[in-house]
T-cell receptor, first 114, second 114 residues
Framework: DVKVTQSSRYLVKRTGEKVFLECVQDMDHENMFWYRQDPGLGLRLIYFSYDVKMKEKGDIPEGYSVSREKKERFSLILESASTNQTSMYLC?????????????FGPGTRLTVL | AQSVTQPDIHITVSEGASLELRCNYSYGATPYLFWYVQSPGQGLQLLLKYFSGDTLVQGIKGFEAEFKRSQSSFNLRKPSVHWSDAAEYFCAVGLKTSYDKVIFGPGTSLSVIP
């Protein structure tokens, strides 16, 4: 089974703090994604990566950055956390092969910024 | 612009009743189509997918979905709902671009009355 793990299930941070969310997948997938999930808005893509050290902005990249130093690991960074970044963050991975677009999700990190 | 619509924000059904969740999309070509389910506090799990071929696809947990090109729809159905089906359901469209992006609908929350 594909396994996508996220470093924390719940996280509470203060405004202005630098926040790191880690995601690891064990299926050698090329593509990795970070989404935020808010009620009524579904999932919105923050950043994605299609290869090591490669990254692309998604629909809402402002206030976020990412790092992908190894194929299995994709980190989301909030440089200076703000209260409007309180949300559920979901990491996903996928392959570009015959099952392209199919994504496998981690359990999510619920981040609260005070 | 590409988009996914799920007209029903919340649906309540009785256990044993049939279920249909609606999904419509806007895209210039025939996309890849997905339904995901999210149980409370969990990540998303793939229920079923359509890439090509037979427009009626079977998924896990007794779910099926039908792709109707003329209506740009991909509705999810289940003949008899179980209490454990209570969850959030997301329809998603996979874009045939080089980066395998997926657009998610806003979700439909399903409640099941015993």
């Amino acid at each position: 089974d594909v396994k996508v793990t996220q470093s924390s299930r719940y996280l509470v941070k203060r405004t202005g703090e630098k926040v790191f969310l880690e995601c690891v997948q064990d299926m050698d997938h090329e593509n990795m994604f970070w989404y935020r999930q808010d009620p009524g808005l579904g999932l919105r893509l923050i950043y994605f990566s299609y290869d090591v050290k490669m990254k692309e902005k998604g629909d809402i990249p402002e206030g976020y950055s990412v790092s992908r130093e190894k194929k299995e690991r994709f980190s989301l960074i909030l440089e200076s956390a703000s209260t409007n970044q309180t949300s559920m963050y979901l990491c996903a991975s996928g392959t570009s092969g015959s099952q392209r677009n199919e994504q496998f999700f981690g359990p999510g990190t619920r981040l609260t910024v005070l | 612009a590409q988009s996914v619509t799920q007209p029903d924000i919340h649906i309540t059904v009785s256990e044993g009743a049939s279920l249909e969740l609606r999904c419509n999309y806007s895209y210039g070509a025939t996309p890849y189509l997905f339904w995901y389910v999210q149980s409370p506090g969990q990540g998303l799990q793939l229920l079923l997918k359509y890439f090509s071929g037979d427009t009626l696809v079977q998924g896990i947990k007794g779910f099926e979905a039908e792709f109707k090109r003329s209506q740009s729809s991909f509705n999810l159905r289940k003949p008899s709902v179980h209490w454990s089906d209570a969850a959030e359901y997301f329809c998603a469209v996979g874009l045939k671009t080089s980066y395998d992006k997926v657009i998610f609908g806003p979700g439909t929350s399903l409640s099941v009355i015993p």
